[in-house]
């Protein structure tokens, strides 16, 4: 949907569109290299530097192909249209061909308005269906992107469009930074907490490494009861339209379980003789693509669940929320005992001779309870997140297509949302 208020004219009479370098073998091997940007370091309002790759590049073509605070970078090919303003991070910086670098050839034009206008064009509104040659490779050409119909409101008023837009992608940013760094201290006081203690305490040697000398280890199976569950025949549609909370692998994610995306009837629990374990216990992945073996759940909820994950039920001489956490912290451990010989997954014979840390009970209680708080603040910064790419999305559409106009917006209203 086109905002019909607003001129709209080719962004080739708007921008000069440059061509980026071609790799090749000379490039690559020659010596006093240039970084450069290729598509995958460019994303939505991102420029992403923490891989950069380098090749050389004549002075004389550096001239032509470097960039500058202030370019617009427009992919050609991957997710095409993708784009993000270069703000001049590293000093000397080029491109390669599957980039376009544009910049403005006329007065009154804001890049960062047409990031924003490109994002919603090729991500929300569709108006550039069928710009890349879909024959061969998806691209957008030069030519193709310098024919792209594109509006040219006021100056003003593409500021003050970007500036709203650019002040929720700035928080998003920080909550992306801020969880991030509460992901690193969790990280950090766990390695403390499971080597150190509360205490002070002098260590001794383990198995497990130097752990407080009031500390004992134990066998997984001598202090847990560990069985796995079943899942009914899904040839059985009644089987599947009950409200028995039912856990699968695909649900096990590192998480506190509170609610079911999978519920069973009690008739499949009477015909299979479930067993619903209690909130407290932990799930264990042991089969499973990608990264899901391994990674353990604390249910909060009543819920059976399916023969590929283990369930692990602490005695009292175990806080379950220690026991999740500690698991957690030993994730890439279990990951290589599922990987030994001829097998890919876990099993309940591994687990039982998992050796694990045995604190006294109190002192299980309070670590778990440390780590649940920055749990909650990884958590928090998440959440945050969601809400506000959630607002950014409603105002880049309403914004672009008319719905909304900055007049409409109170700047310290959306500072206040996004902070």
């Known amino acids: 949907m086109k905002n019909e208020r607003w001129p709209w004219s080719p962004i080739g009479d708007l921008f000069q569109i440059g061509a980026g370098k071609t790799m090749s073998a000379a490039a690559r091997n020659g010596s006093r290299k240039t970084p450069f940007l ?11 530097l923490a891989t950069v790759d380098e090749m050389v590049i004549s002075p004389i073509e550096l001239a032509e192909k470097s960039l500058q605070a202030g370019d617009l970078l427009v992919c050609e090919g991957g997710e095409i249209g993708r784009a993000a303003i ?3 991070e590293v000093k000397t910086m080029s491109f390669q061909n599957h980039l376009h670098r544009l910049r403005p050839i006329v007065d009154g034009v804001e890049p960062r308005f047409y990031l924003y206008f490109l994002q919603s064009a090729f991500t929300q509104l569709g108006l550039f269906e069928g710009a890349g040659n879909k024959t061969t490779i998806p691209n957008l050409s030069r030519n193709r992107l ?12 593409q500021r003050a469009v970007a500036a709203a837009l650019s002040h929720v992608r700035a928080a998003l940013q920080l909550h992306d930074r801020a969880a991030k760094l509460a ?25 497990l490494g130097p752990i407080p000398r009031s500390w004992d280890i134990a ?18 549609a009644d089987y599947y339209a009950g409200d028995v909370p039912f856990i699968k692998t695909a649900d096990i994610v590192n998480n506190r379980i ?5 519920h069973i009837s009690d008739q499949a629990v009477e015909d299979y003789g479930l067993k619903l374990f209690p909130p407290g216990t932990v799930l264990m992945a042991m089969y499973g693509q990608g990264k899901t073996r391994g990674q353990a759940s604390l249910l909060e909820i009543a819920a059976a669940t399916t023969q590929n994950a283990a369930a692990i039920q602490a005695s009292e001489e175990i806080e379950p929320a220690f026991l999740w956490h500690y698991l957690r912290a030993n994730y890439a451990r279990l990951r290589g005992i599922g990987s030994l010989g001829h097998l890919s997954h876990l099993n309940l014979g591994y687990l039982r001779e998992l050796s694990v840390l045995k604190p006294p009970l109190d002192d299980q209680k309070e670590i778990a309870a440390m780590l649940d708080l920055l749990n909650q603040k990884i958590d928090l910064h998440k959440e945050k997140r969601v809400t506000l790419e959630q607002l950014f999305q409603v105002l880049l559409q309403q914004l672009m297509t008319g719905v909304l106009r900055p007049a409409d917006l ?3 209203t959306v500072r206040a949302e996004a902070s």
């Open 410 to 412: 109170d700047l310290d």
């Open 86 to 88: 270069w703000t001049g």
């Open 258 to 262: 509170t609610e079911a995306n999978t």
């Open 146 to 157: 310098a024919a792209l119909e594109v509006p040219r409101p006021p100056l003003e008023e």
């Open 219 to 236: 066998k997984l199976g001598d202090i847990c009861s560990l069985s796995t569950g079943t899942t009914p025949s899904t040839s059985r």
């Open 183 to 207: 992901v690193e201290l969790k990280d950090a006081a766990m390695q403390h907490l499971l080597t150190r203690g509360l205490r002070g305490e002098p260590q001794k040697d383990s198995d």
């Open 38 to 48: 290729r598509t995958s370091n460019v994303l939505w309002d991102e420029i992403d």
